[in-house]
């Protein structure tokens, strides 16, 4: 993998604003939810982690949170994409451990049969 990690053509702040949008909770998880864009690019650039019990398009997902909670916890789901491109699958917050309320996600990715809440455990 070479290259600057990107959210394909967007900027980070572009990111930022667009996955604000998509979570529909507010400017008072701008702070969160641009510390996990730079999570994100960061993972991008190496080999990173990934989930055996959740993926999409055949890739394992991967996540970065920061915070806890509806107020301002902010959780990102991603695939890693060829030319260190992430490709955002999910926004959500922690409500447990490793238990997920999503605020948004892919209409293409399968949560087993998960309408609003998932779990890594």
């Known amino acids: ?12 702040d572009q990111a930022v604003a667009w996955l604000i949008a998509k979570d ?7 702070n969160n939810m641009k ?3 730079s999570g994100v690019m960061s993972d991008m650039g190496g080999p990173g982690g990934g989930n055996v019990r959740y993926s999409f398009d055949g890739q394992p997902m991967r996540h970065v949170s920061m915070g806890a909670g509806a107020g301002s916890g902010v959780t990102l789901f991603y695939i890693a994409r060829p030319g260190n491109v992430a490709k955002i699958i999910g ?3 922690h409500i447990g451990a ?3 309320e999503l605020q948004w996600k892919d209409s293409s990715w399968n949560t087993v049969g998960k309408a609003n809440k998932i779990s890594l455990d």
Do not use: A, E, L
Not at 1 to 12: A, E, L, V
């Open 91 to 93: 926004i959500g917050y």
């Open 35 to 37: 510390t996990c864009v």
């Open 1 to 12: 993998m070479g290259g600057k990690p990107t959210f394909g053509n967007m900027t980070q």
């Open 98 to 100: 490793q238990t997920y």
């Open 24 to 30: 529909g909770r507010g400017n008072n998880i701008r």
